[in-house]
């Protein structure tokens, strides 16, 4: 699985963004997949995944309400809705995807197996 994310940018506080994890390879269906970002100086954190079936999603307890996470098994694609962006937002964001069972959604990086390139999010005042 190759894994291709994009829509970042700038954007002001307040603001929203809508970034895209295109994937390309068999099966995508059978990868749950999760975005983390890792801001300057700072380790890689988990934001947002989604079971292989779309169904269930899972989110950094601070990152609720304001994040959401979706599937489209018809484009192969996962999206990350981010809403009332803060300046503490800012960061590289990160797909990755991994073969998982129905349910199972990793939240720690080392559980994924393949990686995006990354697409950086940048927030201003």
């Known amino acids: 699985v190759q894994l291709q994310a994009s829509g970042g940018g700038l954007v002001q506080a307040g603001g929203s963004l809508r970034l895209s994890c295109a994937a390309s390879?068999?099966?995508?269906?059978?990868?749950?997949v999760g975005w983390f970002r890792q801001a300057p100086g700072q380790e890689r954190e988990f934001v947002a995944g989604?079971?292989?079936?779309?169904?269930?999603?899972n989110y950094e307890d601070s990152l609720k309400g304001r994040f959401a996470i979706s599937r489209d098994g018809a484009k192969d694609t996962v999206y990350l809705q981010m809403n009332s962006l803060k300046i503490e937002d800012t960061a590289i964001y990160y797909c990755?995807?991994?073969?998982?069972?129905?349910?199972?959604?990793?939240?720690?990086?080392?559980?994924?197996?393949?990686w995006g390139q990354g697409t950086l999010v940048t927030v201003s005042s």
């Open positions: 990755a995807a991994v073969r998982a069972i129905l349910s199972h959604i990793p939240i720690h990086s080392g559980a994924y197996a393949y």
């Open positions: 390879g068999r099966n995508f269906n059978q990868y749950a």
């Open positions: 989604v079971n292989r079936a779309g169904r269930m999603t």
